[in-house]
């Protein structure tokens, strides 16, 4: 997980010693440099971690002290038992805090739990749309429906950001849990006005099956169909732009509104909706409902070719330290891109999407993939 190349003054010999390691590793690692040469002070040559970021805080460690050969130690074995996305978090957590030593970092690590990751939020354009889309403004007063348009994301995410801190990595941006605003609300996520020989009411979905009731019981009927759908709205933002609001079916609004909900609780995942949506174009709210139901299918992926060429390695079974090993030998751009074509990644307003399933039937007008770059 942390890989050192040491030597000492005077020697060209170079000893590599991988953390965490056990006791018995240390001291070889120690008569090796012995051997070397007995004078002189140890120095790092250089040094590999499958965290990205961590090196440059460690710029001023010292292999010759027990204390800190211990603390790193310790900081391998934290990081050696987190998964990737747990590594993504602790990289943002490292350059969201003050970091000033070894005790910093290791605090950070335990600590890694406290921190989330929104995916491929990682510049203020997509922070602010994430901001945006995740309700934050929508309400406002100062925000009316017909200005979404022409909202400046750049400077929603950069004021989100300059308030809340976190970090932006290629991952995504991480911030602490009791920072994170984007949080949401339980809300209306979609209002139906409705109407029947004996009354007008409009309902807010989601709704429980007793409200449900008590809405039909206003109404003066044994079902929903025997009433009329006159107005539906959505407070989520872009989605009356991208789900039908015709031949509309109270049950299928119900359980539409109870998905979105959902997604609002899972990182990123309006965002992976909306990107669905814009491509899938459903004909009827039941097929928005289908797509809903089906999202595990598709997958928001990273801007960057290199970034995806990466992705594309772990998902077929390459771990982080594999993938650091060949990096400067492989073309992780070169494959993202291809990889891009083949599997019929789609552009949307709200990020890169691809279906895992099958690809995306190709556009009309073929897509550059070194535009997605």
């Given at each position: ?17 991988r953390f965490p390691a056990s006791q018995s590793a240390i001291t070889e690692a ?167 020989s004996q009354a007008q009411v409009s309902i807010c979905l989601p709704a429980t ?146 279906r895992c399933s099958s690809p995306f039937a190709e556009e009309p007008q073929a ?7």
């Open positions: 997980m942390i890989q050192l190349f040491m030597s000492r003054s005077g020697s060209s010999v170079i000893v590599p010693l120690s008569c090796q440099l012995d051997g070397a040469s007995r004078e002189g002070k140890t120095k790092i040559v250089e040094m590999k971690s499958v965290i990205a970021n961590l090196p440059s805080y460690l710029g001023g460690f010292e292999p010759d002290s027990r204390t800190q050969l211990a603390q790193l130690n310790r900081l391998a074995s934290i990081i050696a038992k987190m998964d990737s996305r747990e590594r993504n978090i602790y990289a943002g957590a490292l350059d969201g805090n003050s970091i000033n030593d070894l005790n910093d970092m290791i605090r950070v690590a335990e600590q890694v739990s406290d921190y989330i990751l929104i995916p491929n939020v990682n510049s203020d354009v997509t922070l602010g749309r994430y901001v945006a889309v995740a309700g934050q403004i929508q309400g406002d007063p100062r925000f009316p429906e017909a200005a979404w348009p022409y909202l400046d994301f750049a400077k929603i995410g950069a004021e989100y950001y300059a308030e809340h801190g976190g970090a932006y990595t290629y991952a995504g941006y991480v911030l602490r849990k009791q920072d994170d605003e984007l949080v949401r609300e339980k809300k209306s996520k979609i209002q139906l006005g409705l109407s029947s099956k007793e409200e449900l009731e008590r809405v039909k019981r206003t109404l003066g009927i044994d079902c929903f169909a025997e009433a009329a759908v006159t107005k539906v709205s959505f407070s989520v933002p872009y989605m009356d732009e991208h789900i039908p609001t015709t031949g509309v079916c109270v049950e299928d609004a119900n359980e539409l509104a109870w998905a979105i909900e959902g997604m609002q609780c899972e990182d990123g995942e309006l965002l992976k909706y909306l990107s669905v949506l814009s491509v899938e174009q459903p004909g009827t709210m039941q097929e928005a409902l289908r797509c809903a139901m089906n999202l595990d299918d598709y997958e928001r992926i990273p801007e960057d070719t290199y970034e995806y060429g990466q992705a594309v390695l772990r998902r077929i079974g390459a771990d982080d330290e594999l993938i650091d090993t060949i990096d400067g030998y492989m073309d992780f751009e070169k494959l993202g891109e291809d990889t891009m074509a083949e599997e019929g990644v789609r552009r949307t307003e709200f990020g890169l999407i691809r897509m550059e993939m070194g535009g997605l770059s």
